[in-house]
Nanobody, 116 residues
Framework: EVQLVESGGGRVQAGGSLRLSCAASGFTFDDYAIGWFRQAPGKEREGISCISSGDGSTYYADSVKGRFTISRDNAKKMVYLQMNSLKPEDTAVYYC?????????WGQGTQVTVSS
């Protein structure tokens, strides 16, 4: 069974940091690109970062570039999102997604709340 489980969310003050984790199981983790998405109340889900399966190249949306860092540990089947200098507008439910060609799977999400 393919499973992605996010953790590490919580409440933090503006300027603070959190590290989200995404634990994967049930598939060949090394072969999948992993992305982080977020959805704020009343807004569409947006992709904010991803890391490739091969060379580990990364992508960041402009809204998080320079503040967030994505990484993966294939041996542990984990992906991390280090979030620094958090802003109230980063408040959202954060999801990880595993993708390989037409196949993808989502986690259940973890809430991040940034207070001003």
């Amino acid at each position: 069974e393919v499973q992605l489980v996010e953790s590490g969310g919580g409440r933090v003050q503006a300027g603070g940091s959190l590290r989200l984790s995404c634990a994967a199981s049930g598939f060949t983790f090394d072969d999948y690109a992993i992305g982080w998405f977020r959805q704020a109340p009343g807004k569409e889900r947006e992709g904010i970062s991803c890391i490739s399966s091969g060379d580990g190249s990364t992508y960041y949306a402009d809204s998080v570039k320079g503040r967030f860092t994505i990484s993966r540990d294939n041996a542990k089947k984990m992906v991390y999102l280090q979030m620094n200098s958090l802003k109230p507008e980063d408040t959202a439910v954060y999801y990880c997604r595993a993708t390989r060609g037409p196949y993808d799977s989502w986690g259940q999400g973890t809430q991040v709340t940034v207070s001003s």
